[in-house]
């Protein structure tokens, strides 16, 4: 019952992205995201966690929590902006797509065989709702910001499904994931720096217009 209860909220975080506009209160979501999938590894299992799903989950916790956001609010200083300027897809529609991504994550969890080693119903649909809506926002947002938040959220999906099934999985693989979505994200941000600094500006968009000279 927990774990569904904290999937319910994993998903409201995401239609919540899909149809925030500002860049500070998207961050801030994606921030309570992570520390919402970081506590799945601890709730998922039947049995209770070990101590691998408590090192899991602290690790996770800390760095989707706070040093990404951390480096994601310091790339917006940088940038001096606040909001999404004339995404590809505008935040209703983008609210309506993520719906309509929700109906075929739960359809496409119907036609999966049923998951041993928790009792969670929510978690294979939340996952591949998280994984659509990471796609959605990387093709549908100029800043590139934006679509560093989107591919986060793909993460979290990925993270999400492979910390709920931790008896088929090991510690070191899903460290591995953290540790490539932190040095990922590293560069990302000094990526944003440059471009800002170089450009004046984040839209990705505009990156298609450079020319050699």
Avoid at 78 to 95: C, D, K, M, N, Q
Avoid at 152 to 180: C, H, K, R, Y
């Amino acid at each position: 019952m927990k774990m569904d209860f904290l999937l319910v909220l994993v998903i409201l975080t995401n239609l919540r992205l899909l149809a925030a506009g500002r860049l500070g209160a998207s961050i801030r979501v994606v921030a309570l995201q992570g520390v919402l999938v970081g506590l799945v590894p601890v709730l998922a299992p039947e049995h209770g966690p070990g101590w691998r799903a408590c090192v899991l989950a602290a690790g996770s916790v800390a760095l989707k929590g706070w040093v990404i956001p951390w480096l994601l609010f310091r790339a917006l200083r940088e940038a001096e902006i606040s909001r999404e300027v004339e995404p590809y897809v505008g935040h209703v529609t983008s609210l309506l797509a993520g719906l309509a991504a929700l109906g075929v994550a739960f359809w496409l969890n119907d036609r999966l065989p049923v998951l041993e080693g928790t009792s969670a119903t929510l978690l294979a649909p939340t996952a591949l709702f998280m994984i659509l809506s990471g796609l959605l926002l990387l093709v549908s947002r100029r800043l590139a910001v934006s679509q560093v938040l989107g591919f986060i959220v793909l993460e979290n999906g990925v993270f999400t499904f492979g910390a709920g099934v931790m008896p088929e999985t090991s510690l070191l693989v899903e460290a591995g994931v953290l540790l490539d979505v932190f040095a990922a994200v590293f560069v990302m941000g000094i990526a944003l720096f440059h471009i800002s600094r170089e450009f004046n500006h984040l839209d990705a968009g505009r990156l298609s217009e450079l020319k050699d000279v």
